[in-house]
């Protein structure tokens, strides 16, 4: 049975906590490469190291994530799917408005009609001459 001093972190503070070790890492790669400016010697090249290097770390860090090494397999995988969406939708009796129609979203069936009659081809009119 899980306990509260077993709960993890809550996600805005563990997020919080990998921005911070962001910023701290790229405030460390912004000084070395001010550095570069400064420095000569041996202690260029690890400045050089530093600003190139300092980013992955970083990026690894703060895509770290939060620990799931004390997660169980139910925490961490959907056993089943969530029961309203397996149950099947209620079946509507015969004269039964449906709750969702409206005069806009109602559906009307039956046979259009013109309101004139069709020309008849065969009519013995002759043209009008000239």
């Known amino acids: 049975m899980p306990r509260i001093t077993d709960a993890r972190t809550a996600h805005t503070d563990e997020m919080r906590a990998r921005m911070i070790k962001y910023s701290v890492s790229m405030g460390i ?5 001010f550095l570069l400016f400064v420095v000569h010697g041996w202690m260029l090249w690890v400045v050089i190291a530093g600003a190139v290097v300092l980013p992955y770390f970083a990026v690894i860090i703060a895509n770290g994530g939060s ?3 004390n997660m169980t397999a139910s925490e961490s995988m959907i056993d089943a799917l969530p029961s309203p969406a397996i149950e099947a ?3 509507r009796q015969p004269g039964e408005p449906d709750p969702n129609d409206s005069p806009e979203t109602a559906v009307l069936h039956g046979e259009l009609a013109d309101d ?15």
């Open 116 to 130: 004139e009659p069709p020309a008849d081809p065969h009519d013995d009119k002759a043209p009008p001459s000239a």
């Open 29 to 33: 790669r912004l000084v070395c490469l």
């Open 67 to 69: 620990d799931t090494r």
């Open 89 to 91: 939708p209620r079946v």
